[in-house]
């Protein structure tokens, strides 16, 4: 397996990607070239024999959720007292690849990416699916030693109001997150 940078040139696909399998809506893609734009928006790839594996991406020095919710974005504001802050955008394992602790790699690397760009913090922010499966839980807990948690039931319901819909639940979702702050 190779891990490597994602190059600039190489996000548009990765946001059609993200858009495919994990947050439905065009919205995700323009955020995402926007990110892009102002060089605020990185990531690890995994790669076997030419194919892509999977990968990770991270926004650099924001606090921001998939769904605003600006009391919680505060709070973690202020446990963070000043320091540099990085949140997790998205991490894919394709299907051919999983149950191999590619997303737990791929985390390892993502941290020390953000580290070396002076984050001090690493939010992550997992989906809790209806059935209650966390399915990017074991990779989160790579990204360093957890300082603050929060679970909130029904995270996502709004995000239909902001042009995206849930790959599990669609238009109504009624998925929680549970957010964690990790120490890099």
């Given amino acids: 397996m190779e891990y490597l940078e994602i190059k600039p040139e190489e996000f ?3 946001a059609k990607e993200i858009e495919r399998q994990l947050t439905h809506g065009k919205v995700i893609i323009d955020e995402i070239k926007r990110k892009c734009e102002e060089g605020r928006y990185f990531g ?3 790669v ?3 194919e892509l594996a999977g990968f990770y991406t991270y926004v650099d020095d924001v606090i921001e959720c998939t769904v605003p919710h600006p009391e919680l974005e505060k709070e ?3 446990f963070a007292a000043g320091e540099k802050v990085t949140t997790g955008d998205a991490i894919f394992i394709h299907p051919n690849f999983q149950r191999r602790g590619l997303g737990m790699e791929l985390a390892r690397r993502v941290s020390a990416h953000a580290k070396s760009k002076g984050a001090k913090y690493f939010i992550t922010e997992a989906w809790i699916h209806p059935n209650g499966s966390i399915p990017s839980h074991k990779a989160f807990l790579c ?3 957890v300082v603050w948690e929060k679970t909130i039931p029904l995270f996502y319901k709004d995000m239909d109001k902001l042009g995206m819909e849930c790959p599990i639940c669609g238009k109504n979702c009624i998925c929680g997150a ?3 702050l990790h120490k890099l």
């Fill in 12 to 14: 548009d696909e990765i």
């Fill in 44 to 46: 690890i790839k995994a």
């Fill in 178 to 180: 549970e957010l964690q």
């Fill in 76 to 78: 973690i504001e202020e």
């Fill in 48 to 50: 076997e024999n030419g």
């Fill in 143 to 145: 990204n360093g030693e």
